[in-house]
């Protein structure tokens, strides 16, 4: 890699593990991030010192959570696909290890060190991969250069480029025009991210493939939960509106909005977070405005959904239950970002949520394709459901629409998995 700002960040580096002993002691997320990583090299190399030597390594790195959801339907296909394939999964975030540290399709998962040039080398040569994909974004030029340097061919996928964004920004394009020369391949979301990669960027090894989190979300549409299964006699003949991934400012707009018509439409609410007091908060909502509710924990056959609300209390239900839905309200955007709204898209249903959703591409494509809604308050939120719920034919077309959405961009998994297969061989 050539480049100031890239010759500049290799001569500083070497100094973030003394600034990070001088300063964590005084500053938590820090102190946590040094404690993480204590023992790592020798953690790694147990772990793939217990394998054979693969036919393939594929090294997955993914900064959170929410990036690495983007690449379990291509490490699922490659296992399909490429015989004896041996994969290791790295996170930036703790949130992300946490979440899925005893993934098992993967030989290790461990949390980046930081990086520096003999960190990197190191891990590099402990690692071994043939093949590194890196989701989406988190690039670290002392890593990459790395694993170049170690043989491994670089795929950079579900790749987005949004406008506005600092790669952009004119003191920067020529550090990001270096880190993405590296890659062998990239795969971006959409028309727009690879056109800025080839024309900002001067890449030439770009594809638009889209975002595997369509495929996954189609996979488990077609593969509904038992679960969920045996919920829907529960809601036959009925409106069912779904909210999902709801946080306290969500529910001050969506119940007063869903009570004038409680009577048609019946309610299914999952939290965000489902532990007790957040549960026992919701209860006590609930209660207070003179509504009865029953928690799936404790559900049985007396539930009426003609009068209760039921509260989901337990993770892992909300992709499944969205199959038993009529609309769905998908919280976080009165907060921070929207969460997931495939996730009910895939299944032809309308799909509506808070107005903070700029993180999240595919919710605004959704919208422009006349499959979701954009809501701001109580008020809104009360017209748009009545309408939804008081025209059936609308409700389907929305439907449809958002449906027809998600199924136009399926396809990326089988796309990377394909070019990430040649490279093995």
């Known amino acids: 890699m050539s480049g100031a700002l890239i010759t500049a960040y290799r001569t500083i580096s070497p100094l973030i593990p003394g600034v990070l002993r001088l300063l964590s002691p005084r500053i938590a997320s820090l102190r946590k991030f040094r404690e993480l990583r204590r023992g790592l090299f020798d953690d790694i190399g147990r772990k793939l010192g217990a394998v054979p030597k693969p036919a393939c390594r594929l090294w997955v790195h993914a900064s959170s959570v929410g990036e690495f959801e983007q690449a379990r339907p291509v490490i699922a296909e490659l296992k399909r696909r490429v015989p004896g394939l041996d994969v290791v999964v790295s996170f930036l975030s703790d949130s992300g290890y946490e979440a899925r540290k005893e993934f098992a399709d993967a030989s290790a998962v461990f949390y980046l060190p930081v990086d520096t040039p003999a960190d990197a080398k190191r891990l590099a040569g402990l690692v071994r991969p043939d093949i590194f994909m890196l989701m989406r974004y988190d690039f670290w030029p002392n890593h990459l250069e790395a694993i170049r340097d170690s043989g491994a061919k670089l795929v950079l996928a579900a790749a987005a480029l ?220 009360r017209q748009a459901l009545s309408r939804l719920a008081g025209d059936p034919a609308h409700m389907h077309e929305a439907g449809a629409r958002a449906g027809a959405y998600v199924q136009s961009r399926l396809g990326a998994t089988r796309t990377v998995s394909e070019a990430i297969e040649r490279m093995c061989h």
């Open 162 to 381: 949004p406008p506005g964004s600092t790669y952009f920004h004119p003191l920067l394009k020529g550090f990001y025009r270096d880190l993405f020369a590296l890659f062998d391949a990239i795969f971006t979301v959409g028309s727009r991210d690879r056109e800025a990669f080839e024309t900002t960027f001067g890449c030439r090894n770009v594809v638009q493939a889209g975002d595997p989190r369509f495929d996954q979300v189609d996979e488990r549409r077609r593969n509904s939960d038992e679960r969920a299964a045996r919920m829907k006699p529960l809601f036959r003949g009925r409106t069912v509106l779904v909210a999902g991934s709801t946080w306290e400012p969500d529910e001050a707009a969506l119940l007063p909005a869903w009570l004038p018509l409680r009577e048609r439409v019946s309610l299914v609410l999952v939290p965000h977070k489902v532990d007790r007091p957040n549960i026992d908060r919701i209860l006590l909502d609930l209660r207070q405005r003179g509504l009865d509710a029953v928690t799936i924990s404790s559900i049985d056959d007396r539930f009426d959904p003609k009068t209760q609300v039921l509260v989901v209390d337990q993770t892992g239900y909300l992709a499944e239950l969205y199959a038993i839905a009529s609309m769905a309200y998908v919280g976080g955007a009165f907060g921070v970002n929207v969460h997931n709204t495939i996730e009910p898209a895939v299944h032809g249903i309308p799909v509506l949520f808070g107005p903070n959703h700029r993180k999240s591409p595919e919710a605004g494509e959704l919208v422009e394709a006349g499959g979701a809604t954009v809501i701001t308050g109580e008020a809104d939120l």
